[in-house]
């Protein structure tokens, strides 16, 4: 009896420990890069959970670690008022995800195509449209000339600019316009100097002196669909955390129009001589890093200036590098080599010789080329068997309905690049949700039109990694990271 009692209280224990050793497991989401799937607690979206939370659009202090300025990151819808439509604001960010894609490739293919490097390459703040900053959706908060100002944040373009007073055309921004003439550090950059004769390939214009006064060196930014942003270039003291950047070269814009959504501008982390990577290179070395959280009103991510030390990282798997591939056709990108993407452990037919594809923070959804993404539609539906589809939306068309569902057990998809570098999309970063009721729930990847389009690693699936870009040793590296600040 006796020996019978505790033989059955050492088993409940071992049960017990069972339990909550698989728990564990579960719950270390991207700790066990091994695991074929992962569990989404479809309980848990921002939507089921906080329908009237207060948005926090207050940003913390900015940590300074040995040189290195962590900034924190936020989700620009959410700053921007509270959004009352979920499911319309889903809905659009595809929609518009959809015409940006557009003018990338245009621009890739007509960049391939002219063969004059010079004129489409370094330039333009450029190819983004308005549509485009409809999906850039990150946002941080820097000091220029001692006021604050959130910018959007953007890999793909290099000229940070803010709107500037006296505006002659400015959308509403919630700061305060800045000043030139009220701030002692401000320069004006003169058309004749060799600063400004140096720039027009990253500006896109060549017309420089002029637009009524002719000692300014002008910059023209046009958009596709008509946003544009039009002003002066200065030199300014920029304060990144407690690190200062003195003559810090920017855009004054005069004359701004788009959907930019609130923010006072737009930061470039673009490869060209005007980004701020490379003006603050000789401080943060050509080093940032990203963690962009996921969806969510109190969600935030991080923005690392500088890297040689990674101890502030919270990454949970190792950080794995491949090169940097370069296309002379578009310094500015970031361009990797895709060798291989896996479902559940399953390799999908990516060429043996890899597959030139742009890391975009300004893209929502992953694109992958016709035959991939048909094999990748195949094998995520055998093994994501028995749920009930949904019709296709925008330009998702692998849907399903999980109404009902409390949690789902997904394959886990992975990406490959040269290197042996690896980046496990996190569990979030599978599904898009069209419908807020998960009535319809569409694999967040997309089909390009053609087989010689660029693939393009969109910021879904980017979400909950640590993505470190060194210009110097030209490298980007992944690591699973839960967001935060
Ligand atoms: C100029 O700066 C001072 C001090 O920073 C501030 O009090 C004043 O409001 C500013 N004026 C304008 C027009 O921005
Ligand atoms: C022209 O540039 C000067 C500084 O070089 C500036 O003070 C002035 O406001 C500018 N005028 C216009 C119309 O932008
Ligand atoms: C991509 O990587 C593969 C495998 O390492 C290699 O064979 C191929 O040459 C690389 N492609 C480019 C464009 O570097
Ligand atoms: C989704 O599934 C639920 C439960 O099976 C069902 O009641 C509902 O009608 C479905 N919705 C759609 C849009 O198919």
Redesign the pocket.
């Known amino acids: 009896m006796e020996i019978s009692k505790s033989l059955c209280f050492f088993l409940l224990l071992l049960l017990l420990l069972l339990f909550f050793v698989d728990e564990a497991r579960s719950d270390a989401i991207n700790g066990d890069s091994e695991k074929l799937h992962r569990l989404l607690h479809l309980q848990k979206l921002p939507w089921k959970q906080q329908e009237e939370a207060v948005v926090n659009c207050i940003f913390q202090k900015p940590r300074v670690r040995e040189g290195i300025t962590t900034l924190e990151m936020k989700e620009r819808d959410y700053c921007s008022g509270k959004v009352t439509d979920w499911q319309n604001n889903l809905q659009n960010r595809l929609i518009f995800d959809a015409i940006r894609l557009q003018s990338l490739q245009s621009r890739i293919k007509s960049a391939i195509f002219s063969g004059d490097t010079h004129q489409i390459s370094d330039s333009q703040i450029p190819l983004s449209s308005g549509t485009r900053l409809q999906t850039l959706n990150y946002i941080v908060t820097v000091a220029l000339g001692g006021r604050d100002s959130t910018l959007i944040v953007d890999t793909g373009s290099d000229l940070t600019w803010v709107q500037c007073r006296?505006c002659r055309l400015c959308y509403n921004q919630q700061e305060p316009l800045f000043d030139p003439?009220n701030s002692s550090s401000f320069l004006?950059l003169?058309c004749n100097s060799p600063t400004c004769l140096a720039l027009p390939p990253a500006t896109g214009n060549s017309g420089l002196c002029g637009?009524?006064?002719s000692?300014?060196c002008g910059y023209e930014i046009n958009y596709g669909d008509g946003s544009y942003s039009r002003g002066?270039l200065g030199f300014e003291r920029l304060n990144l955390g407690e690190i200062v950047i003195d003559n810090f070269i920017f855009g004054c814009g005069?004359n701004n129009k788009g959907l930019f959504g609130g923010a006072s501008g737009l930061m470039g982390l673009g490869r060209s001589k005007l980004s701020l990577v490379s003006q603050t290179s000789s401080v943060f070395d050509g080093i940032f890093s990203y963690c962009l959280p996921s969806t969510g009103a109190g969600a935030s991510g991080s923005l690392t200036m500088g890297g040689g030390d990674f101890s502030n990282y919270r990454n949970v798997s190792p950080i794995s590098y491949t090169r940097m591939v370069s296309n002379p056709q578009m310094p500015n990108f970031y361009f990797l080599n895709l060798t291989g993407i896996t479902i559940g452990g399953v390799n999908l037919g990516v060429p043996n010789n890899g597959a030139l594809s742009l890391i975009d923070s300004g893209t929502v959804i992953t694109r992958l080329t016709p035959s991939i993404y048909r094999a990748f539609k195949a094998e995520f539906e055998k093994q994501f068997s028995g749920f009930q589809t949904a019709p296709g939306f925008s330009i998702l068309n692998t849907c399903f309905n999980l109404t009902g569902f409390k949690e789902v057990n997904i394959p886990t998809v992975k990406f490959f690049f040269e290197g042996n570098a690896e980046m496990t999309v996190d569990v979030e970063g599978v599904f898009y949700f069209v419908k807020s009721d998960a009535s319809q729930i569409c694999l967040a990847f997309a089909s390009l039109g053609y087989e010689d389009q660029s693939m393009i690693i969109g910021n879904y699936q980017q979400k909950n990694q640590r993505v470190v870009y060194n210009s110097k040793e030209s490298t980007v590296g992944f690591a699973a990271e839960p967001c935060g600040f």
Do not use: F, H, L, T
């Open positions: 006296p003439s004006s003169s637009n009524g006064n000692s300014s002066e005069r």
